[in-house]
């Protein structure tokens, strides 16, 4: 099984929709990230936890919201989908005993409309 | 200026060359360094990780760091057609802990 999961895989959704994006891993990680990828752009960081109680804003923050529901869950949310949210959206852990080494998730695919 | 500048190539080597992938950074107190390669459509898979100046390998892959010239290098030596891929420089800065990407370098390994 994979280490880090991203559900769902592919979404199409509409503008001004909610919809969620979950992440959920089994190597007992405290650090969690939510990235976007754009063709051409590299990864951006969206958001990042450090542990259960800690969220922190990364730098496209904007439009997004996230939850930590538990050590291995993280959940990232758009209140309204716009059209230039569509991207390649990644979930990754991290350790600090392993030098901040990053594992990603599979990657969820999504377009708005 | 971005913190993080890579090429975006594509470069293009012939099978069982040596292929070279440059990034330099702007944090002068970044600490750690990381490749990862990145095959079309997929996730982020980390190649190699270094943390002080000087050469580290593993396997056909170099990691070279210079601090001073605030530069990192990835050579791939007998490159095969499966590495063909894009390849993303990452650099933790020294306060943050977060991990800051390059966009990327598309590698073409021709058969």
């Known amino acids: 099984d994979a280490d880090v999961t991203q559900t769902p895989r592919n979404r199409i959704t509409k503008t001004g929709k909610r919809i969620m994006l979950e992440c959920s891993q089994t190597k007992g990680h405290d650090r969690m990230y939510w990235y976007r990828q754009d063709p051409g752009l590299g990864l951006r960081l969206i958001y990042y936890s450090f542990d259960v109680k800690d969220i922190n804003k990364g730098e496209i923050s904007d439009g997004y919201s996230v939850s930590r529901q538990a050590q291995a869950k993280f959940s990232l949310s758009l209140e309204s989908a716009i059209p230039n949210q569509t991207a390649l959206y990644f979930c990754?852990?991290?350790?600090?005993?392993?030098?901040?080494?990053?594992?990603f998730g599979p990657g969820t695919r999504l377009l708005v409309l | 200026q971005k913190e993080v500048e890579q090429n975006s190539g594509p470069l293009s080597v012939p099978e069982g060359a040596i292929a070279s992938l440059n990034c330099t950074y702007s944090d002068r107190g970044s600490q750690s360094f990381f490749w990862y390669r990145q095959y079309s459509g997929k996730s982020p898979e980390l190649i190699m990780s270094?943390?002080?100046?000087g050469d580290k390998e593993d396997g056909r892959f170099t990691a070279q760091l210079n601090k001073a010239s605030q530069y990192v290098s990835l050579l791939i030596r007998d490159s095969q057609p499966s590495d063909s891929a894009t390849y993303l420089c990452?650099?933790?800065?020294?306060?943050?802990?977060?991990?800051?990407f390059g966009s990327g370098t598309r590698l073409l390994v021709r058969p």
């Open positions: 270094i943390y002080s100046n």
């Open positions: 990452a650099v933790i800065k020294d306060s943050s802990y977060k991990l800051i």
């Open positions: 990754a852990t991290s350790d600090p005993a392993q030098q901040e080494t990053q594992y």
